[in-house]
């Protein structure tokens, strides 16, 4: 098992890629603590774990509350003695606005869970991994960071921010052995998409739009990531840091 007896916190683990990647830890032998505003959704991945032998606990945790996200690795060392990595994967989409539409109310919220929700779940995980002697960062930024199509400022901002503060902490963390490195997904199939569909004027045209920008002709599911933030986080990746990993289909090759 490639995560056997790792301690492992996953943000926004009740759906979506979170969710996928938090039963792989937990396949793979980690015990898994997630954190998610989605009480129900965290209720039924833990009931889904425990039926399949792994072991994931669930904090009610909103990113954007720093002081839920102390709580949330507060509780994965007092529970299992040590934080061994943290998947910084809770987010939210921007609705398609124009930019010089969008509110202020709109920008911050985008910002305070996905820029913030992320700082907060490095500043305070790092504390905990250099209690273990290091450890692994992994942050949930986007294609977004470097390719748009317009109509997502905010997401778009927030992701780039993730990359920019994800090398800052590879460099800094270095040398007391935290790696910190990003994910940046395409176009993959999760809750946050098919709700970008359903808002579509036309949703048939905009998944084809998808798949004609991802020259594997296709969305990537949760699992697929799960794979590639299962080798940042754990000790296959050692030689790694500060990196961005995309997994997109080929579309930023285009
Ligand atoms: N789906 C994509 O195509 C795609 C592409 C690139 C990056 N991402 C990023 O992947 C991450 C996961 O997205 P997803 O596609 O799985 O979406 P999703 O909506 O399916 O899952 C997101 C999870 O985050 C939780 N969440 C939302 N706000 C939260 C908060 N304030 N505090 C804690 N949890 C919160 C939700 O309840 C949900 O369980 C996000 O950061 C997103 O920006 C998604």
Not at 69 to 77: D, P, Q, T
Not at 98 to 116: G, P
Not at 180 to 185: H, L, S, T
Not at 192 to 217: F, V, Y
Request: include cysteine; aromatic fraction near 6%; charge should be negative.
């Amino acid at each position: 098992m490639r995560m056997q007896d790792m301690v492992a916190i996953v943000t926004g683990g009740a759906g979506g890629m979170g969710r996928a990647t938090a039963l792989l830890f937990a396949r793979e032998g980690a015990k898994v603590v997630v954190g998610d505003v989605d009480m129900d959704g965290g209720a039924a991945l833990v009931a889904e774990a425990a039926a399949l032998g792994g072991e994931i606990g669930f904090l009610r945790t909103d990113v954007s509350h720093e002081a839920d996200v102390a709580a949330l690795v507060a509780k994965a060392e007092a529970d299992y003695g040590k934080l061994d990595t943290i998947f910084n994967n809770a987010g939210i989409e921007q609705p398609v606005t124009a930019s010089d539409a969008i509110t202020e109310d709109l920008f911050e919220r985008v910002i305070d869970i996905n820029l913030k929700g992320t700082f907060f779940g490095c500043k305070h995980a790092i504390p905990a991994l250099l209690r273990n002697g290091g450890g692994a960062i992994v942050n949930n930024s986007s294609v977004s960071a470097f390719a748009n199509v317009g109509g997502n400022l905010s997401y778009a901002a927030s992701k780039g921010g993730i990359m920019s503060m994800t090398r800052v902490i590879a460099i800094e963390y270095a040398s007391r052995n935290i790696r910190c490195n990003a994910i940046n997904p395409g176009v993959i199939d999760t809750g946050m998409n098919q709700r970008n569909m359903a808002l579509a004027d036309d949703p048939a045209a905009l998944e084809q739009k998808w798949r004609s920008i991802t020259p594997l002709g296709r969305m990537g599911t949760g699992d697929e990531i799960g794979e590639a933030v299962l080798f940042l986080a754990s000790k296959q990746s050692s030689f790694v840091t500060g990196i961005g990993l995309v997994i997109d289909g080929g579309r930023i090759a285009t």
